[in-house]
T-cell receptor
């Protein structure tokens, strides 16, 4: 089944404790992106990748890192999480850069 | 700055009626516009897209209209069903660089009444 998977789905952590949210797609897509979704603000892009070893900042990259060492995986790294990073995070992939397939989301709470 | 907005944050329609969800965008240079549907607890799901050189595109029970003169986008859902209840987002690609910088609106919640 073609899909985008994210892990974990739910995470509660404390300020400053490094964490990684994994994202994997099995559709051989070149494009991958990370978004955060906050009430009233819609989806905002954090980082995107157009292929292996090619990543760039989206609209809200501060406090986040990503890597794209292999095509299928695009982990999101929070080196020192802060409460303002409490949000719902979505990973997405695309073959065309237009139609995106989204994962199920990761709800992160930073206390 | 560039923005994509929605005229109505919530919309309630009777089952079987047609729904119209509106969206205003600000960047006249955007090349692609997309509608997504997000059901509760799930990630957004692609519905339909339209390129700036078109003014109408039809899918299964959905039609997207683009009016570049007033920078307005709408999604029409025919014969709305309970399964259409969701939040609908419009998105534009202001940089015309596919894969990046799609700007999403805050969403419209569609409720289908029995």
């Amino acid at each position: 089944e073609a899909q985008v998977t994210q892990n974990p789905r739910y995470l509660i952590t404390v300020t400053g404790k490094k964490l990684t949210v994994t994202c994997s797609q099995n559709m051989n897509h070149e494009y991958m992106s990370w978004y955060r979704q906050d009430p009233g603000l819609g989806l905002r892009q954090i980082y995107y990748s157009m292929n292996v070893e090619v990543t760039d900042k989206g609209d809200v990259p501060e406090g986040y890192k990503v890597s794209r060492k292999e095509k299928r995986n695009f982990p999101l790294i929070l080196e020192s999480p802060s409460p303002n990073q409490t949000s719902l995070y979505f990973c997405a992939s695309s073959s065309t850069g237009i139609e995106q397939y989204f994962g199920p989301g990761t709800r992160l709470t930073v206390t | 700055g560039e923005s994509v907005g929605l005229h109505l944050p919530t919309l309630s329609v009777q089952e079987g009626d047609n729904s119209i969800i509106n969206c205003a965008y600000s960047n006249s240079a955007s090349d692609y516009f997309i509608w997504y549907k997000q059901e509760s607890g799930k990630g957004p799901q692609f519905i339909i897209d339209i390129r700036s050189n078109m003014d109408k595109r039809q899918g299964q029970r959905v039609t997207v209209l683009l009016n570049k003169t007033v920078k307005h986008l709408s999604l029409q859902i025919a014969a709305t069903q309970p399964g259409d209840s969701a939040v609908y987002f419009c998105a534009e690609n202001p940089t015309n660089n596919y894969g990046q910088n799609f700007v999403f609106g805050p969403g419209t919640r569609l409720s289908v009444l029995p």
